[in-house]
């Protein structure tokens, strides 16, 4: 029943072949060249001791370190500069580096570098200077070349410094991190929990005026309320806050009032309610630009704590590598080694023609085929 329905397992993989055709003819043409090389060896060091001789195994995983500088921009650069006018396709070290990938090989040593590029040509020429070029960086970079781990320390550490004085004017400027308020607490200079700065003191005063104002108008409001229905005794004794005192009102006064003449006291009430209206709008349009800027202090502090960080971080990675580095220039290894140098590509490596198309065509038959089942598969369901 799916063999008669052939035509449908034939066209979708007619059709994903033609499109992958087509997406194949609209891939650029890269040749790729490929050269292998041996990094360095692992070696041992000795170390004299007053009572025996000791074994230091100070191993380093060579391979992993070449082949990270094999992508690097200062080999690109070095290439670039070694095959000045030799390209048929002018290339820069951006472009390089994205066209120039590495693999491991077998053993513990050996290793391929690829390099792509327009023309076979080109190919070979850039994959070879890379291959040629790449011990050079090697050691320069590990036999001895302290003064460049050395001058990037130094310019990291002033920007280290940049950033610590900054954080050190912003505590300064804001309160935040020095403790203020006693509710802070700093672990090693990086990390602040709950940060008590004047701006937020401030922020709690004027959010504690705002919620004592609400409260008094809501209360004006409770008691406005009941004498306009009527209610008797009224409630005045409510408005007895503190907050009152501040209106120049006193609650005898109030009280004598609702006993004596009730409409003289809802006219007190309007007008107080009034007046405490008129002061919430200001203190809350004041309160919420409280809260904008403890927001962007506290954005501020992470940003700058972020950024030292970061190059806290650097310069604690570049004081390591500086440690490092003085150890592998008292140790004699051997250099990067090419193993065999790349022939010129006699095809492209893209598009691949025969991957592609055979790809598409399973694709489409697996396609095919399984549309097939499901027809067949609803035509016995409508039987």
């Given at each position: 029943?799916?063999?008669?329905?052939?035509?449908?397992?034939?066209?979708?993989?007619?059709?994903?072949?033609?499109?992958?055709?087509?997406?194949?003819?609209?891939?650029p043409v890269r040749y790729t060249a490929t050269a292998t090389l041996l990094a360095p060896v692992q070696l041992l060091s000795w170390r004299w001791d007053n009572k025996l001789y000791d074994v230091i195994d100070t191993r380093f995983d060579w391979r992993g370190e070449v082949m990270s500088l094999a992508g690097s921009q200062k080999l690109a650069e070095l290439v670039l500069a070694s095959v000045d006018g030799q390209l048929l396709q002018p290339m820069d070290a951006t472009a390089l580096r994205a066209a120039t990938s590495t693999r491991p090989g077998s053993g513990a040593s050996l290793f391929t570098l690829s390099v792509s590029a327009d023309s076979p040509a080109d190919a070979a020429l850039l994959a070879n200077a890379?291959?040629?070029t790449l011990p050079q960086l090697v050691a320069a970079s590990y036999g001895g070349d302290i003064q460049s781990n050395q001058a990037a320390l130094e310019s990291v550490r002033t920007e280290f410094d940049h950033y610590?004085?900054?954080?050190?004017?912003?505590?300064?400027?804001t309160g935040i991190g020095l403790g203020f308020g006693g509710d802070v607490a700093v672990n090693d200079e990086q990390q602040v929990v709950g940060a008590q700065s004047a701006i937020k003191t401030e922020l709690t005063l004027k959010n504690s005026t705002r919620a004592a104002l609400t409260d008094l108008r809501d209360r004006i409001d409770f008691v406005l309320?009941?004498?306009?229905a009527g209610e008797s005794p009224v409630s005045?004794?409510?408005?007895?806050?503190?907050?009152?005192?501040?209106?120049?009102?006193e609650i005898a006064d109030l009280l004598q009032q609702a006993q004596a003449n009730p409409r003289q006291l809802t006219a007190t009430l309007q007008a107080l309610r009034q007046n405490v209206e008129g002061d919430l709008g200001p203190l809350t349009e004041n309160v919420v630009e409280l809260q904008y800027e403890h927001a962007r202090q506290s954005q501020e502090w992470e940003d700058i704590l972020q950024l030292r960080g970061v190059w806290l971080e650097s310069l604690t990675a570049l004081e390591r590598r500086d440690v490092e580095l003085q150890l592998?220039?008292?140790i004699e290894g051997d250099r990067v080694q090419v193993f065999s140098?790349?022939?010129t590509p006699a095809k492209?490596?893209?598009?691949?023609?025969?991957?592609?198309?055979?790809?598409?065509?399973?694709?489409?038959l697996l396609f095919g085929f399984l549309l097939a089942v499901a027809v067949v598969y609803l035509s016995d369901a409508e039987a």
């Amino acid at each position: 029943m799916i063999a008669r329905r052939w035509p449908l397992i034939i066209i979708p993989a007619i059709i994903a072949v033609i499109v992958a055709a087509g997406l194949a003819l609209m891939t650029p043409v890269r040749y790729t060249a490929t050269a292998t090389l041996l990094a360095p060896v692992q070696l041992l060091s000795w170390r004299w001791d007053n009572k025996l001789y000791d074994v230091i195994d100070t191993r380093f995983d060579w391979r992993g370190e070449v082949m990270s500088l094999a992508g690097s921009q200062k080999l690109a650069e070095l290439v670039l500069a070694s095959v000045d006018g030799q390209l048929l396709q002018p290339m820069d070290a951006t472009a390089l580096r994205a066209a120039t990938s590495t693999r491991p090989g077998s053993g513990a040593s050996l290793f391929t570098l690829s390099v792509s590029a327009d023309s076979p040509a080109d190919a070979a020429l850039l994959a070879n200077a890379m291959a040629t070029t790449l011990p050079q960086l090697v050691a320069a970079s590990y036999g001895g070349d302290i003064q460049s781990n050395q001058a990037a320390l130094e310019s990291v550490r002033t920007e280290f410094d940049h950033y610590d004085q900054q954080l050190l004017d912003f505590r300064g400027r804001t309160g935040i991190g020095l403790g203020f308020g006693g509710d802070v607490a700093v672990n090693d200079e990086q990390q602040v929990v709950g940060a008590q700065s004047a701006i937020k003191t401030e922020l709690t005063l004027k959010n504690s005026t705002r919620a004592a104002l609400t409260d008094l108008r809501d209360r004006i409001d409770f008691v406005l309320a009941a004498i306009a229905a009527g209610e008797s005794p009224v409630s005045v004794g409510l408005l007895n806050v503190p907050e009152l005192e501040g209106y120049g009102i006193e609650i005898a006064d109030l009280l004598q009032q609702a006993q004596a003449n009730p409409r003289q006291l809802t006219a007190t009430l309007q007008a107080l309610r009034q007046n405490v209206e008129g002061d919430l709008g200001p203190l809350t349009e004041n309160v919420v630009e409280l809260q904008y800027e403890h927001a962007r202090q506290s954005q501020e502090w992470e940003d700058i704590l972020q950024l030292r960080g970061v190059w806290l971080e650097s310069l604690t990675a570049l004081e390591r590598r500086d440690v490092e580095l003085q150890l592998k220039s008292m140790i004699e290894g051997d250099r990067v080694q090419v193993f065999s140098e790349a022939t010129t590509p006699a095809k492209p490596s893209q598009p691949n023609w025969p991957l592609t198309l055979a790809i598409a065509l399973a694709g489409g038959l697996l396609f095919g085929f399984l549309l097939a089942v499901a027809v067949v598969y609803l035509s016995d369901a409508e039987a």
